[in-house]
Structures are given as structure tokens and as C-alpha cells.
């Protein structure tokens, strides 16, 4: 059984920092794309970030460029994502998501292979 288990999630203050970690029970997690998603309240899941098989290619949503870095650790079957300078905007439950085609954006959210649980990330102004 597929499980991924997100972490690292809570309450900051504005400007400050998160990291989030999702640990993947997927034995072929070193050949599936990785994806951050978000849903704030009342809203759609939005895309925040992906990383590619390898690591090599990520995307970024461009309300988190330069604030936010995914990266992943096939040796343990885990990608995180650090948050810096947030902002309440970024108030939501994030999702890591495994999908075996790439890119992974928000036109792929619907047909994402797995999803986690998802953590709450509140962030007071």
C-alpha cells in the first residue's frame, strides 16, 4: 500500500520559515516526479512546486519563486520542501503528491497516482 506522509507543518509568524518532509513508502519512488500542492480555505488545490525523478528539473508556482525550494532524497525515499519568508497567503494544507509522468502542474492535479494526508501550515500576520 501506497503511503505518503507529510510533515513539518504549523504555526509561523509572517517572514518566518517552514520545513516540510514527506515520506514516501513507494518502492519505486526514485522513478516517480514528486509535487507540492496547497489548498487555503474555500479554495482550490493549487500547484506549489515539483521536482522531477531525478532531481535534476523542478518548477516553482510563481507566487512561491524565490521563497520556496523542493528537493529530494531517493535514498530515503523522501522530498522536502523549505518555505522561507512567508506570508498568511501561504496559509494551507500541503499535499505532497507522487506521479509517474512529468511536468507535474496544476492541470495535472486531478490525475495525480498518489496523495498524501497533507499538513497544516498557518502563518499569522
Known amino acids: 500500500q501506497v503511503q505518503l506522509v507529510e510533515s513539518g507543518g504549523g504555526l509561523v509568524q509572517a517572514g518566518g520559515s517552514l520545513r516540510l518532509s514527506c515520506a514516501a513508502s513507494?518502492?519505486?519512488?526514485?522513478?516517480?516526479?514528486m509535487g507540492w500542492f496547497r489548498q487555503a480555505p474555500g479554495k482550490e488545490r493549487e500547484f506549489v512546486a515539483a521536482i522531477s525523478w531525478n532531481g535534476v528539473i523542478v518548477n516553482y508556482a510563481d507566487s512561491v519563486k524565490g521563497r520556496f525550494t523542493i528537493w529530494r532524497d531517493n535514498s530515503k525515499n523522501m522530498v522536502y520542501l523549505q518555505m522561507n519568508s512567508l506570508n498568511p497567503e501561504d496559509t494551507a494544507v500541503y499535499y505532497c503528491?507522487?506521479?509517474?509522468?512529468?511536468?507535474?502542474?496544476?492541470?495535472?492535479?486531478?490525475?495525480?497516482?498518489?496523495w498524501g494526508k497533507g499538513t497544516l501550515v498557518t502563518v499569522s500576520s
Open positions: 513507494l518502492h519505486t519512488f526514485s522513478r516517480h516526479n
Open positions: 503528491a507522487a506521479h509517474s509522468s512529468w511536468p507535474i502542474t496544476i492541470a495535472t492535479v486531478k490525475g495525480i497516482n498518489y
